[in-house]
């Protein structure tokens, strides 16, 4: 079965430095999602992402994050300006169609903020 | 308030018995539901999914039933096994927006632990 990738596995960074976080959606799914989950939590959305654009936003997405396609198989998540409430596990997720359905989940981003 | 619940933090069965982990939705405009499994440090892996004009749909050894009337979603997983212990969530697409560009509204999760 095709599956969604995410690098790294896990990042260490300071506080008020940036971060990328990298995912490979699967090929022909057309949107594309990040999840937080701090630990001990619940899965939270924070972005939807279709035909290059943002399609929907979590009030967690705030202007310290955004998100980019920059070719046609890469899904970036950057977070500006780390703050250490944002160490969380980060969950990359991609979905087949427009309607309702199956996202598949990366493995995951361990992100811890020093 | 959440709109996506678990009653049970914690599940414990034998091996080979049967499970059920329930959830309750607030949102009567959800119109897709998602059961997902985690094991510990790896991603949501999908388990079964139910849209809002189903009330049962049945997968291997899983099904889910959906109570629209008392706004309940339940996981029965049959003859239990060891590699079934997990964190299982289920969630939810409220679908305001329409199609896939909402998110999916996940509840706490519920630890299911197989007793050998």
């Known amino acids: 079965e095709p599956e969604v990738t995410q690098t790294p596995s896990h990042q260490v960074t300071q506080m008020g430095q940036e971060v990328i976080l990298r995912c490979v959606p699967i090929s022909n799914h057309l949107y594309f999602y990040w999840y937080r989950q701090i630990l001990g939590q619940k899965v939270e959305f924070l972005v939807s992402f279709y035909n290059n654009e943002i399609s929907e936003k979590s009030e967690i997405f705030d202007d310290q994050f955004s998100v980019e396609r920059p070719d046609g198989s890469n899904f970036t998540l950057k977070i500006r300006s780390t703050k250490l409430e944002d160490s969380a596990m980060y969950f990359c997720a991609s979905m087949t169609g427009t309607t309702s359905g199956r996202q598949y989940f990366g493995p995951g981003t361990r992100l811890t903020v020093t | 308030g959440e709109s996506v619940g678990l009653h049970l933090p914690t599940l414990s069965v034998q091996e080979g018995d049967n499970s059920i982990i329930n959830c309750a939705y607030s949102?009567?405009?959800?119109?897709?539901f998602i059961w997902y499994k985690q094991e510990s440090g790896k991603g949501p892996q999908f388990i079964i999914d139910i849209r809002s004009n189903m009330d049962k749909r049945q997968g291997q050894r899983v099904t889910v039933l959906l109570n629209k009337t008392v706004k309940h979603l339940s996981l029965q997983i049959a003859a239990t096994q060891p590699g079934d212990s997990a964190v299982y969530f289920c969630?939810?697409?409220?679908?305001?927006?329409?199609?896939?560009?909402?998110?999916?509204?996940f509840g706490k999760g519920t630890h299911l632990i197989i007793q050998p």
């Open positions: 949102n009567s405009a959800s119109d897709y």
């Open positions: 969630a939810e697409n409220i679908g305001d927006r329409g199609g896939g560009a909402d998110g999916l509204t």
